[in-house]
């Protein structure tokens, strides 16, 4: 959190879909196994979420998508989520 912590919650969460090889590009199933994690604190911290690998092949594109959600009771002071960067690891076998 950038500013101030939310006085009740604030998560992140991500979520990965493979493109589908049909011509209208749909999306297939969320392949994120990780659940949406809190980030309600005003150190940042490395966050992981892990993307399950079976059905995927070298040259597969994603549609990946981070969200933040945060509720607070609507306090004197501004409460901010910050993301400062977002990284995609793969290996490729």
Do not use: H, W
Not at 6 to 14: N, R, S, V
Not at 31 to 48: G, H, Q, R
């Amino acid at each position: 959190m950038i500013t101030t912590v939310a006085d009740t919650t604030a998560t992140l969460d991500c979520e990965a879909y493979k493109l589908q090889a049909d011509p209208d590009d749909a999306l297939g199933s969320d392949l994120v196994s990780t659940a949406a994690t809190t980030m309600n604190s005003t150190t940042f911290a490395d966050i992981d979420f892990v993307v399950t690998p079976t059905g995927l092949s070298p040259g597969d594109i994603l549609d990946v998508r981070i969200k933040t959600t945060v509720t607070d009771g609507a306090g004197a002071t501004a409460v901010i989520a910050g993301v400062t960067s977002a990284r995609l690891l793969c290996d490729v076998r």
